[in-house]
């Protein structure tokens, strides 16, 4: 495909996103770029120029409106005025399964922002780079190759390397949980565990039950696998267990997903009773629990609470865990431990989808548990979590409207927000971009998308200093939209 | 769970699984294994003695048969003799998804064989670590961290990294594909390829049209996705074009999943008129054709033939290529290479399925490549391959009885042998294993699993020494049941 800018800057006064659609125009207009020639997809033109994704997305929303590119849902970006190809040679386009075709519109679905650097990314719960222990990782690495050598560097076996499965299992037992290495089978991050959990109780068409608002990603997931959901609210800081019992007695319903620690996007935390009031229900109806652990090592404040995995004493609790947020993403390390005939079945599945994980990760990762370098890390970044913290409580406290509400995190990375005012924090979004934050708004952790007036706000990327810039723009924000005479109507497509 | 053998060893004249069933027996009879106690899994226990999993698989069944344990498919092997426990804390047993059933069932039904130290390798294909580049890699990963640093350890995006997304791009337009990098995801080898794109193009209930024979895992991830099969039978070498066309104009089938350089389980490469015409079938048809190219760089004799990739005008072909065969398997990294929205219908997928592989590996492969060690290395893999492939012809040549036939393969691992006189390859196994050879019996590449009377050879263990004696001990197995009055019925469990 034709590179883009290859011409001096355009003025430097005009947004970058107007700066690649008229240069992109001026290709159009000229016939370099010939009519239906497909444009460079979002990804490669991003990576290309070195701009956000969304700014190029701005820039092809920018052309579409103007009537000089065509964007089909799914398909790509194609320059107006079609021709028809040579007989025979035309390309065809295969059809996607539903599935698929679902989930490409919801990830088009997903709020769009051209941020400029400066922006205060709220919005992300990416660990900071800056904290990763890269040097002791690079070691364990070496270490681990050089005394592995080959063997190293063949299959793992779908349930991965036995030494990394030792050290969780022992740090699963100090939490309370009765579990060896054999319960437990090494996953890409929760990622994978939450995809195969899924796959192991529920057939395409089967419901599964999960929080109301949860993690956005594992909505995709559930999509992906052609599966339905059933929402449970959280009241309180925690699911409604009446509506559970609900739920979980339709013989349509195989699973409930969870988050009791440091849900995402809420960030609370239940309590002891309110787990096995849960493990209750989940006995009387003989469904399975997967419990999302993935912060479970991010502790920073308040008394630690068993986790449903350690109150377990039916064998219905799947819990996955993660060291993407507590140490680092780019290992693509995770786990899922089970009971029984479910470790069989997730290993057999882990085989059939990928024949296994990295084994050279896997050990290099052993090793920095097994030497004391993950605790190391986790001291490090605990404390400079709650720093975070209490300086975003701190910022919200001052610079948040009457009639705001926040939850208080013990631990994790994220809190939730909600605004007075019947505010739309997907229309927000565009504001507080402008003003220089970025938040995740409440309607991505709906599975019906509808609008809410929620926000997520991370503390994994700004530190406290940058913290308070973000909350006071976002203060901003929120004060300048209560103050506005009217409601815009919601823009249909990507938000500025 | 109890540990085993911490007593002074059984004489070690008995065979291994026969010492391990006899102390199991003493802890059951003794108490020490309650009834109804689960025992280890297969896996685990095999891990903790250091054995081979067949011969724990033997163990177990010894016992089995003595009415000791008694094994429930998926669920798992138990102490016989089942007491009631206290209510309500008795174990659920939460229900499998249907198509994890029949994955579970499946893998049950695969071979075991309890093999001697000295039994030679002949149906493995993965690649001997021996020959894996392990400082090079070493030093490769330690560069690229060193140089990344903590950006390598963040996510990579569901697509991977660009380097090496680069790279093989570069390599597949040398090879005639007109693609760039933004045409190329990674994933978890080719394994997690056929997964995504098994379910980018078809719904569970839906159909693959795959050859006969074809790669047994593919069958598996066809199972655990809830799909079927529709065979389309190999003949002198190539998929039978005019069953593939009525096969594909089923409104059921989805896609034709083939393998045309290098076959597994054949060790055949189509011509190019095959190929064009295959791609004219598939055009009429506008149905995708998914091209594992797994071996694609292991060629050591012959003349290339484009990949149905390089000879597709209709962007119909999805490719997939990985690491593992031509390099190692550790780094779990291959690729799958599309058009236009497939490639975004795939990166959605690989989004909602584990966000990502793992970025450090990956920039660790494109500076292997980039350095041309990678070539260097294959230069030397296809050296010792063509060494390796013509003294399994010589040994098939001398040792097989008269009516065998085999194939002759260009490049890759393995060939496929046809016995004479109706012989089941799967009863065969048996004998070749205490006669010190293991081969892969051909009903594992049916999709149906009925007996075939084909096996599969591998070069991927064996140096030319190990495979003169290897054949050997097969065409002893052959003749003696050609030359045996009856056949003997079919083993309903594991072979031994």
Redesign the interface.
Known sequence: ?ASLLPQPPLPPGLPVYQQIAGRLRAEIESGERAPRA?L??I??LA?ELGVNRDTVALAYEELSRAGLVEA?V???TFVAQRAAAPA?????????????ER??SL?RARPRFAAAESTVPLHSL??D??L?P?DA??RA??RA??AG?????????A?GH?GLREVLAARFREGGADV???AVTL???A??GI?LAL??????G?VVAVEEPTYH?VL??I??L?LRVAPVPIRDGAPDLGVLERTLARPDV??FYTMPTFHNPMGTTTTRAHREALLEVA?RA???VVEDAYEMDLRFAGRPVPSLAALD????VVQLFSFSKSL?????VGCITA???????L???K???????????QAALAELVSSGGYDRHLARVRRELLARRDALLEALARELPAGTTWTTPEGGLQLYVELPGGIDTAELLADAARQGVLFAPGFQFRHDRRPSSGLRLSIAQADAAAIARGVAALGAAVKARLGAPARRARDAGVMV
Chains 1, 2 share one sequence.
């Open positions: 495909m497909r460079p997809t990804r490669a990576a089909t799914g398909r790509g025979g040679t035309a390309p065809l386009e295969p059809a996607f399964s539903q599935s698929v989930l490409v990830d990416v660990p780079p800056a990763y890269v990782f690079r690495l070496d190759l050089s050598r080959g063997a190293l560097l063949s299959y793992a076996g349930q036995e060896t290495a054999d996953t890409q991050g990622s994978e995809s796959r192991v109780f529920a057939d395409p089967d990603n995709s997931a999509t992906a052609g195989k699973l006995g003989g469904k399975p004493r039916r064998g219905l680092f993403p780019g290992a693509r009971h029984g005939a479910v470790v069989d079945a290993v057999s599945l085989h059939a989808t990928d024949l296994g994980g990295a084994l050279v990760l």
